[in-house]
C-alpha cells in the first residue's frame, strides 16, 4: 500500500486552512477540491464524522469517510467504503512565519489490484501528483479571496 506524502506553505493562517478543510459539504470545500461532485456529512459530533461523497468524472461512484478532527492540528480521514480504494488520508497543519505549512499524507490501496515494484512506483507518482495538486488547490484557493 503506497503511503505519500507531500508538504506546501499556504498564505493563510492555521485556523483558515484547518476551517476550510474540516468544512465537510460546503461550497467553499469544494471550491478548494474541484473534483468533488457532491460532498454530504451524514454523522457528526465536536471530533468525529461520517461524509458520503461522489466526485468527477465517476458521479455514480460514492465513497464513505469516517473523519476525525483534531482542532487545530490535523485532520484524519478513513476510507470505510468504495468501489474503489482502501485507505486513509492525514492533513498536518503547522503555523509557519508565511502562514501555514500543510502536510498531505496519503496511504491508499486500488482495490483488486495486486502490484508489484514498478506498478508501486507508478501508484506512488500518481498519488504524490494528486497530493501536490490539492495543496496547490488550497493555496490557489486562500491566494483568489474567495
Known sequence: MPNVSVRGKISASVEQVYNLLASYGSNERK?????????????????????????????????????????????????????VLKGSFTYKLREIKEGTELTYQQNLKIKGMKIGVLQYYKVSSFLEKAGNECIDNIRAYFESGD
Open 31 to 83: 471550491k478548494a477540491f474541484p473534483g468533488i461532485l457532491e460532498q454530504r456529512v451524514t454523522k457528526q459530533t465536536d471530533n468525529y464524522g461520517e461524509v458520503v461523497t461522489r466526485f468527477e468524472p465517476t458521479p455514480d461512484i460514492e465513497d464513505i469517510r469516517k473523519f476525525q478532527l483534531d482542532f487545530p492540528r490535523m485532520i484524519k480521514e478513513q476510507i470505510i467504503e468504495s468501489p
